[in-house]
């Protein structure tokens, strides 16, 4: 009886570009750990041989990041914070919280420092419509996630996840309320920022970026101090350290795109912003020449 030969029978060749990729990783897994360099490296030759898409690359590269950076780097600072004073009626509390469009509030005592725990919209309003509700934004507060700038990012994702807290407050080293961060923010470090359609294009790069028609695209985290070196102004950064703090608390709201505010010489229109924070202004300057 003729003996079956289909065991010597040749599998399918593998081409050789993705024999290249197939090749390394099996090196990387069968030897030392490799460097995140060398991951992101094959990651980015894996997605030029058109075996993931550049959008996956872009989430894969961000959760790597995540692992590297702190809170501190990337949380929202206190001057662009939207709090609730504890000691307001109902009512104010409830325009506060249309105005800012936002889903979970700090609130404080008489002390911006003294967090007595966080406020949520949906609690408020049932608070609001109950019959024989509570008698204080007391009741229906939750309580405060306390943490240090210096908490690593992908540790306060994975606490998020547990805990299914969606908010952080952010203490600096004395005691005192440096800013906060949501469970969004850390995801937005994975998947990227999601542009408005009308978002004026800006350069990433720089702060303050000069445009073709005299205008200012500046970043609102830009400090005071530099703000003023630019353009010889002498805005005070004795309450707010960016001139997004300064806008926002000249507003008294947090702003949507297009609002628009005059300073003196300097007029300033809102350029971005989402549900959490002001990004970028669009500044023009009266009278004068910024060079």
Do not use: C
Request: aromatic share 4%; net charge negative; glycine share 8%.
């Amino acid at each position: 009886m003729p003996e079956d030969d289909s065991s010597t029978s040749h599998a399918p060749e593998i081409p050789e570009k993705r024999r290249s990729w197939l090749d390394r990783i099996s090196s990387m897994l069968s030897g030392e750990p490799s460097t995140r360099d060398d991951l992101v490296e094959l990651l980015r030759d894996v997605q030029a041989d058109g075996l993931i898409a550049a959008d996956t690359l872009k989430m894969m590269e961000g959760a790597l990041t995540v692992s590297e950076l702190s809170v501190g780097d990337v949380m929202i600072p206190r001057s662009q914070m939207v709090m609730l004073s504890a000691d307001e009626p109902f009512i104010e509390l409830m325009k506060h919280v249309v105005e800012s469009g936002h889903s979970r509030f700090p609130v404080h005592g008489d002390d911006k420092d003294e967090i007595l725990g966080v406020l949520l919209a949906k609690d408020l309003l049932r608070g609001v419509v109950a019959d024989n509700g509570p008698a204080s934004v007391h009741e229906l507060l939750r309580p405060a996630v306390l943490i240090p700038e210096s908490k690593r990012l992908d540790v306060l994702l994975r606490e998020f996840r547990q805990s299914r807290n969606h908010m952080a407050i952010v203490i600096d080293e004395y005691g005192g309320v440096a800013g906060l961060l949501t469970i969004e923010d850390v995801l937005e470090q994975i998947v990227g920022e999601i542009d408005d359609e009308h978002d004026d294009a800006e350069d990433p790069g720089a702060l303050i970026a000069a445009q073709a028609d005299g205008q200012y695209v500046v970043d609102a985290l830009t400090p005071i101090a530099d703000f003023n070196e630019r353009f010889s102004a002498d805005f005070g950064d004795d309450e707010y350290d960016t001139i997004g703090g300064l806008v926002t608390a000249a507003i008294g709201h947090l702003p949507e795109a297009g609002e628009e505010l005059t300073l003196g010489r300097f007029g300033f229109r809102v350029a971005r912003a989402d549900a959490r924070r002001l990004h970028a202004l669009l500044v023009s300057i009266h009278g004068d020449d910024a060079g």
